[in-house]
């Protein structure tokens, strides 16, 4: 049952908002991030892992400008960001808000990744998943929803993102109280096993949290209120206060 539904709304929401080209990178000869389809080089995997710690606790377009900071002062590179200041770090990236934590944060994936593997994410990423995942839990600053966030959209391989508009946006449909894990595998145990479908259908799910499922929602606009237990109950009850 669970794997017809979460298709059926993984169908809606892709055909009412289309392809979402995650993750945003920076193309050679540019400072701005474009939606692209995710990176194709060792370079833009670092910009991804770096924007993956960038927007914790905060929104893209934040982020977007931290990372056209870091453009400009070419700091998309682990020996760089280990030699510059903290203080002038902070400065660059403040736009992402905590700007002194994820400065630190920043550093300490730099100096885990030149540590233990030489500063090449390529023999990081060739770890499998989890294994990789273990690795990146292991920095100090990465928690569940950054490290599968690195491994999806960095290093392109299949784990299901869950996030505050996953969370939200599911249990407003009805699955209700349940943990990170269990909404992760929620989606991995129920559909297809693929790194473009989990890559899509988290992408999706992010333009319905932004843009209709906020938190006071606009359920009239939303494509998958005919799976909303919170629109049912909601659009049942506006009825008999209107007396229809």
């Known amino acids: 049952m669970y794997m017809e539904e979460l298709m059926q709304i993984y169908n809606s929401l892709f055909s009412h908002f289309g392809p979402q080209h995650w993750w945003p990178v920076t193309e050679e000869g540019k400072l701005q991030p474009d939606y692209s389809g995710g990176p194709e080089n060792e370079k833009q995997q670092l910009e991804v892992v770096f924007g993956a710690i960038l ?77 990789l995942r273990e690795e ?54 129920n559909i297809q096993n693929s790194e473009k479908l989990f890559n899509e259908y988290h992408a999706l799910l992010v333009e319905l949290g932004k843009n209709i499922c906020k938190k006071q929602p606009l359920c009239e606009k939303c494509p998958i209120n005919q799976y909303c237990n919170y629109y049912k109950k909601t659009h049942t009850l506006a009825k008999r206060v209107c007396g229809f």
């Not at 002038?88 to 934590?101: F, M």
């Open 136 to 189: 990146l839990l292991s920095v100090n600053g990465i928690g569940p929803e950054t490290a599968d966030s690195i491994i999806l959209y960095a290093a392109k391989k299949p784990i299901f993102v869950v996030d505050a508009y996953t969370k939200r946006i599911l249990n407003r449909i009805g699955f209700k109280g349940r943990t990170y894990d269990k909404l992760q595998k929620l989606f991995m145990e």
């Open 55 to 131: 927007t914790q606790n905060t929104n893209w377009k934040n982020v977007e400008k931290a990372v056209i900071n870091l453009n400009e002062y070419q700091l998309i590179n682990i020996n760089k960001i280990l030699k510059i200041g903290d203080r002038k770090l902070a400065e660059i990236i403040r736009s992402s808000g905590y700007h002194n934590q994820k400065a630190k944060k920043l550093k300490n994936f730099c100096e885990f990744l030149l540590s233990k593997y030489n500063g090449s994410l390529k023999k990081l990423f060739e770890n499998d998943i989890k294994k």
